[in-house]
Every structure is written in C-alpha cells, then in structure tokens.
C-alpha cells in the first residue's frame, strides 16, 4: 500500500507561483513513476505531468508546458510540482499519483496509476 499526501496548494493571483509537493510513503518510491493530474469543477480528470523512477524522462501537457515543472527527490520521497505565471484556468484540484515498476518511459493516462493522493485545491485569482 502506498500512501500519497499532497502539499502546497492555496490562493495565488494570476502571474504568481505554487509549489506543489507529494509524499510518499514506503521504501519503494524510487521504482515508482509519478504523475500529476487536476480537475476543475464540471471536467474530467486531465493529464498535467509526468516523471519517470528515474527523473530521466518527463512530459507536460500542453496546457502547461513552460510553466510547469515536475521534478522528484528520491531521497525524500517526494514529487514537486513548480508553477509559474499561474492563470485562473489553473484553477483546480491537483492530484498525484504513483504507478508501479520501473517503466521506462512516463505515463500519461489516469488509468494506469496504481495509488491516488486525495488532492489539494489550487485557486487562482484574476
């Protein structure tokens, strides 16, 4: 069993930066890929960051791309997500996730992962 807490999420303007963070628990993180995903009020799910065990290989949404950022410490246990030029469509809940095996390339689809954190709200102000 893994468990996933997220961190960091809160009330920004427009333009400002969060950082996101999610925990993990267990000695097993290092051969877990991780992923970050949101969901506004009335949309699905959608796909926002990914990295592999390694921190070798990441990919970003659209969406997001050259504003976000995900990145892992191993050592910690954890998963950051870095924002910046935050817009209000920005404005959601934000999930990690964990899938397990070591995949050589990230993961993308909500499907796939194995354990879900419960979530932290970020709202974004115009």
């Known amino acids: 069993q893994v468990q996933l807490v997220e961190s960091g999420g809160g009330l920004v303007q427009a333009g400002g930066s969060v950082r996101l ?13 991780m992923g970050w995903f949101r ?3 009335g949309k699905e799910r ?3 960051a990914a990295i592999t065990w390694s921190g070798g290989s990441t990919a970003h949404a659209d969406s997001v791309k050259g ?3 995900i990145s892992r410490d191993n050592a910690k246990n954890t998963v950051y997500l870095q924002m910046n030029s935050l817009k209000p469509e920005d404005t959601a809940v934000y999930y990690c996730a964990a899938v397990l095996g070591r995949k050589a390339t990230v ?3 909500s499907t796939l992962y ?11 102000s115009s």
Do not use: K, L, N
């Open 39 to 41: 969901q506004a009020p």
């Open 107 to 109: 993961v993308v689809t």
């Open 114 to 124: 194995d354990y879900w954190g419960q979530g932290t709200q970020v709202t974004v």
């Open 67 to 69: 504003r976000f950022t």
């Open 21 to 33: 963070s999610c925990a993990a628990s267990g000695r097993m993180f290092s051969s877990y890929g």
């Open 46 to 48: 959608e796909f926002i």
